[in-house]
T-cell receptor
Framework: DTAVSQTPKYLVTQMGNDKSIKCEQN?????MYWYKQDSKKFLKIMFS???????INETVPNRFSPKSPDKAHLNLHINSLELGDSAVYFC????????????????FGPGTRLTVL | AQKVTQAQTEISVVEKEDVTLDCVYE???????LFWYKQPPSGELVFLIR??????QNEISGRYSWNFQKSTSSFNFTITASQVVDSAVYFC??????????????FGSGTRLQVQP
């Protein structure tokens, strides 16, 4: 069973299009994240959700909109795609409940490689 | 603000050599967590280890070992008797002690390790 899954794995699209990437976790975790890995391999947090509430919203263009319909899903919708959006997008999840007494590592999905032409 | 520095961009070794990947971090929190992830050519992010700021014990797992030193803010990773399958990009990451979706990882820029046969 896949713990954190993402669809699609590859996404090739034209500039100006709108696309979505879906993420699902079956670990029962309460927190989910989106990270972006650019062509130089830099990994950076974009968003995090805790119990469907948006917690982290880094400096990301408004064209990116995350949506969490429930704790097990966190989707990423991108409007008006630009060349610079080409990257690998990773979804991750972790269990955060329990306060600061413990930390559980984040489990990453396989990534979605987005190519904007 | 937190920061992770991996000064070694790329390292090339011959199989069976030992290799150490350096990681230096900055944080103002007294409670934080350090991680190493491996990203093989297939692209997924593989969790290797988590270390809490209050636990400075070094750890060994098979051919892998980690040296955590708070005095120098370093969390170095050593692979003993390297193998071709160790070829990958290795990321060091830091998370501060907040919870509730705020424990996003700050990644270093990664070190590409090439192990030649």
């Amino acid at each position: 069973d896949t713990a954190v899954s993402q669809t699609p794995k590859y996404l090739v699209t034209q500039m100006g299009n709108d696309k979505s990437i879906k993420c699902e976790q079956n670990l029962g975790h309460d927190t989910m994240y989106w990270y972006k890995q650019d062509s130089k391999k830099f990994l950076k947090i974009m968003f995090s959700y805790n119990n469907k509430e948006l917690i982290i919203n880094e400096t990301v263009p408004n064209r990116f909109s995350p949506k969490s319909p429930d704790k097990a899903h966190l989707n990423l919708h991108i409007n008006s795609l630009e060349l610079g959006d080409s990257a690998v997008y990773f979804c991750a999840s972790s269990q955060e409940a329990g306060g600061t007494g413990s930390y559980n590592e984040q489990f990453f999905g396989p990534g979605t490689r987005l190519t904007v032409l | 603000a937190q920061k992770v520095t991996q000064a070694q961009t790329e390292i090339s070794v011959v199989e069976k050599e030992d290799v150490t990947l350096d990681c230096v971090y900055e944080t103002r929190d007294t409670t934080y967590y350090l991680f190493w992830y491996k990203q093989p050519p297939s692209g997924e992010l593989v969790f290797l280890i988590r270390r809490n700021s209050f636990d400075e014990q070094n750890e060994i797992s098979g051919r892998y070992s980690w040296n955590f030193q708070k005095s120098t803010s370093s969390f170095n990773f050593t692979i003993t008797a390297s193998q071709v399958v160790d070829s990958a990009v290795y990321f060091c990451a830091l998370s501060e002690g907040n919870y509730g979706g705020r424990r996003a990882l700050t990644f270093g820029s990664g070190t590409r390790l090439q192990v030649q046969p």
